[in-house]
């Protein structure tokens, strides 16, 4: 099995290739979504974040106060603060479902992350792909996806890394130019290359 991992800055295209892939039979894991599951599922990190972030963080029937939460540790500056408690949750996560899925027929698997890189190359991956699109692309997919200005957009890219000076540590980088039908069309084939060029692994 290959476990790869899948980069990029939003609105670049990454959940795109991931899609693509996952309907030619690889597991996806998104990290977002894993991350979002586990602070209302697993009580170490529930118990952490109420402890860091106080009892408001939850509501009473258990869901999370996002209100609170964004208050605390976005707009005081505390966001280290909450990846400290998230990341190595969904770290050991991913692992765990990295064992299950050895076990199974599955020959790739997938951790889609945009913060992949933050801290150099993760030793668990065997391989990285870098989803590289022009700016504003991303500026305008972002827009029309989740209805927000485009100072919005800007805001949340300039907290994310600078993708372009990434390109030295993942394996393959691809550029998302052109129609969406080329970009599903290039993420086919990138998928093809992988099993090609690690055939030993699956």
Not at 105 to 113: F, Q
Not at 124 to 146: F, G, H, T, Y
Not at 169 to 183: H, M, P, Q, R, S
Request: aromatic share 6%; glycine share 6%; net charge neutral.
């Amino acid at each position: 099995m290959i476990v790869a991992g899948v980069t990029g800055g939003i609105g670049s295209g990454k959940s795109t290739l991931c899609k693509v892939w996952e309907s030619l039979g690889a597991q996806i894991v998104y990290a977002d979504d894993l991350a979002k599951k586990l602070m209302v599922e697993d009580e170490a990190v529930i118990n952490e974040l109420k402890r860091t972030f106080g009892e408001k963080t939850y509501h009473r029937d258990g869901t999370l106060n996002k209100q609170h939460l964004i208050r605390e540790a976005f707009q005081q500056g505390r966001v280290e603060e909450l990846n400290r408690i998230v990341h190595p949750a969904v770290a050991r996560k991913f692992r765990e479902i990295a064992r299950k899925a050895s076990e199974t027929d599955v020959k790739i698997l997938v951790k889609e992350a945009a913060l992949l890189l933050n801290k150099g190359r993760p030793e668990d991956l065997d391989i990285v792909i870098l989803v590289l699109a022009p700016k504003n692309d991303q500026i305008e997919r972002v827009k029309q996806r989740d209805d927000i200005s485009e100072l919005d957009v800007m805001s949340r890219m300039e907290k994310q890394p600078d993708f372009e000076n990434l390109k030295s540590i993942a394996d393959y980088t691809v550029e998302n130019i052109g129609t969406l039908k080329e970009f599903k069309q290039k993420s086919k084939e990138l998928f093809y290359r992988v099993l090609e060029d690690y055939r030993d692994a699956v």
